[in-house]
């Protein structure tokens, strides 16, 4: 017997076992009390968080169909340490909810789905992973089930994803007929220059241009984060982004190292109007969904200014980006999650003068937007820092130069938000919002995260060496 | 001419393609945007198994990844149609625009 | 021209023509029935191509099932009205223009690569045994992950489209 399928694919196992766990829990039916479950459902994704850090060796399985290293594993624990702070953001949501248990079991589904993508070594395991992770998280959407706007959403989002696998689909048939085969490593050395060639390419790269929601392919982003469940919606603009980033530097670096001068072109433009045009309509949005969907749009745009890159520096500082960029914005997230569970409000001007009786709260959102602004104390300067260098390194001065004016912009609509929590007086201030003993430990783990993650230095070498091997 | 061969295949393919992706942008009604998205996989449906025909036939990856396609293209179906039928049952109309407000 | 030739292109006609048919057609109804006939004659190119496995799968995945589901809501939400708005010209011109364009450059594309080696080894490869053997040993994991999205596919539609019961206070949500 040989145990190598249930070491190399542990954390595939232990997120099978706990969604057949809970798949078990829903047929019996002995819990019916919401608390109680949620207890065990964090405390099951505590420990498979955990486990995540022990015993990771290198190897692949399946004749090479999915293979993992500790670049992967690192990457994959980044996506289960979201998924476990989404988990407890979503409590307040989710404790008057019907479905909860069906709700962890899609939601574990699709991170299955995103670790067997980001393990993938042949294109058929990348579409069957990234099928499971988009196609659960449309239902995901519609969760909120007496909301119009909820299933509005869900079903911009299947068409979307469904339009971009198809495009995406289509790439990977014409490399399938250029080379032969699916394998990247095999695949990689057999692809030339030819015009079909390429064409493929750039439908692959329109397909994960659509899934990164990256200018011009942006347009489902905003209309479906509005309308998601907030824990969905985060869910989406971190994890779901995080794990396609992930494949997509593999993909980019590894399948594609022949052309990366057609795809740094291809790149800059694309980074370029994410960057210009997410911080231009992030200025003029209300709802604070609709408004983080757009700066999610932007910080995409640095995430692609570190690939341009095109070596492990620019992969290591994505990678770095991504972990700050999980405790920033499911900071500032959690807060959104916490006013809407709570109030039903989602704009703006309904944070006028939460300050005033929500002391803890406003801080854990003003550390987390200024994070995402990159302002220097934060892991948010840092992170920008390195992506900025990353994508310095190449030499690309016009580009860097309209990229780093865009955080100068940026930073407008950030403190717009920070003015209307902190300055901003109307009559009457939000009343104190009594949010779970939950809610609160995630905005610790967020805040923690997003000061620690900026002096610990020697976090950015490590993933620097890992990368390297 | 005379001979079937893989760019004849190819270009009905292509054809497929290009309807599909032309009625995913023009259309308004829900369903007919999922069927030209079906259009679509079929396009790719038709180009795997003619490659792996005509090309590589010693081995079946094209005919697989079709396999898997089409039980996937199931999957997604029946999600969008459950989405579909609770928009309808919540607010009752028939009339598609109402219901689709698509910025695309 | 021998058999196979005319039945090709009798099949492409068929398949490009009733795809037409589906994006053009205002009422939904004729949509699918097109489409389904699109889809014959999509599994007729199988057929010729020697996948007969993929051939009676197509048939009965998309046409037995997902185009009959397709219908089935389509009566049942009584949406077979041929009212459905167009999107403007300016769409639509850019619609064909896009598409148009994509298409030449896809086809001279193709042109350009393929008509060097085309090996016509006839063999039957599309058969059942052959693929059941590979499906179990070397695709065993793609199967296994396919069958996991049945199941999310399966639980998300019965929990979006199964009709709430309207619950009085303290009555107990049943499964």
Redesign the interface.
Known sequence: MNFDAFILMKSEMSL?LI?FFLLIL??W?GI?DNTALLHVVNFLLLINLITGFFGNTDGS???G??HTNNTIYLEKNILKLGMFIISLQSFDWLKNH??LL?FY??ML??L??MD?MISSNNF??FF??L??SS??L???A??D?EKRKSSES?LKMILSSAFASAIMLFGISILY??TGTLDFTEMAPLLTT???SI?AFLFVFAGFAFKLSSVPFHLWTADVYEGAPVSVTSYLSVISKGSIVFIFITILFQLFKSYDTIWVNVLNISLLLSITIGNLFAMRQENIKRFLAFSSIAQMGYILLALTNGTQTGESAAIFFLLVYTFSNLGAFGVVALLSAETGKETISDMKGFYVNNKFASWVMAICLFSLAGIPPTAGFFAKMFLVTAGAEKGNYTVISIAVLNMVVSLYYYLRIIKAIFIDKPDTPLAKLNGSMMMKISFVICISGAIIMGFASNLFEYINTITGK | M???????????S??????????F?????M??M???V??IL?SV??NF??F????F??K?DG??F???I??????????A??????L??NYHT????EVDTMKF | ?DF??IL?WIL?VM??GC??G??LSRN?IH??IF?IL??FA?SG??L????QF?AI??II??AG??MV??LY??ML???N?D?????GLL??I???L???T??L???????????E?????S?N??LIT??GK??FT?????FE??S??????????????K??PQLKNGE????
């Open positions: 099978t969604i829903k047929v039916d019916k399985l399946f004749s169909m999915f019907k479905h069906e079991i899609l589904c699709t299955l789905g067997f058929l395991m069957l992973g099928e499971l196609i659960p449309a239902a995901l519609n969760f089930l869900a007929g250029v030819s015009q079909l064409l | 005379n001979e079937i061969g893989l760019s004849q295949v190819l270009f009905v292509c054809a497929l393609f290009f309807i599909g992706i032309y009625g942008l023009t259309r308004r009604n369903i007919t999922l069927m030209s079906e259009l079929n449906n038709i198994i003619a792996n025909k005509y090309l036939a010693h079946l005919l697989f079709t396999l898997f089409i039980t996937i293209a199931a999957a997604e179906a029946s999600v149609i459950a989405i579909i039928i609770n309808y049952r028939i009339d598609v625009e | 021209m196979y030739d090709f492409s398949a490009v795809a037409l589906v994006v939904p949509s699918v489409l699109t889809f999509i190119h199988y010729i191509m020697n996948a993929l799968v197509n995945v998309y099932a997902i589901l397709f809501i389509l939400m009584n949406l009205a009212a459905e708005p167009q999107k769409v639509q850019a619609g064909i896009s598409g148009g994509l298409f450059v896809l086809l001279a594309a193709t042109k350009s690569a393929h008509n080696e085309i090996n016509k080894v063999t490869v599309g052959n693929l590979l499906l070397k695709y065993v994991l793609p992950i396919s996991v999205l049945f199941l999310t596919a399966m639980i998300g539609a019965i929990v979006i489209g009709k709430e107990e949500h049943i499964a």
